[in-house]
């Protein structure tokens, strides 16, 4: 299995940024699909997931309104559009799949995790 992640970048506060995961050797529809971030010197945290039949989705309280996930089942992609991006955003984005996704805010559920793609926002 493996999970990609594209699409960080250093951008100003305010700006936008759309992250990409993509997904390979899994059947993705039976996956939740999470994506997680980690700042220097902290925990790693939830930041939203989708439900596997992409009827539900999640959201931290610190990103909900600003941020957005999607997945696309057809081409095992998954997605974290971010708008009004913060400086306390600032972090390496981690996209993450779950069998079954019944537990979609709990880390240590996900089976599979990507190697990350940071992101800066600065001031």
């Known amino acids: 299995v493996q999970l990609v992640e594209s699409g960080g970048g250093l951008v100003l506060e305010g700006a936008s940024l759309r992250l990409s995961c993509a997904a390979s050797?899994?059947?993705?529809?039976?996956?939740?699909m999470g994506w997680f971030r980690q700042a220097p010197g902290k925990e790693r945290e939830f930041v939203a997931a989708f439900s596997k039949s992409g009827g539900m989705t999640f959201y931290a309280s610190s990103v909900k309104g600003r941020f957005t996930i999607s997945r696309d089942n057809a081409k095992n992609m998954v997605y974290l559009q971010m708008n009004s991006l913060k400086p306390e955003d600032t972090a390496v984005y981690l996209c993450a799949a779950q069998f079954g996704g019944s537990f979609l805010y709990t880390l240590s559920e996900y089976d599979y995790w990507g190697q990350g793609t940071q992101v800066t926002v600065s001031s």
């Open positions: 050797g899994l059947t993705f529809s039976n996956y939740g």
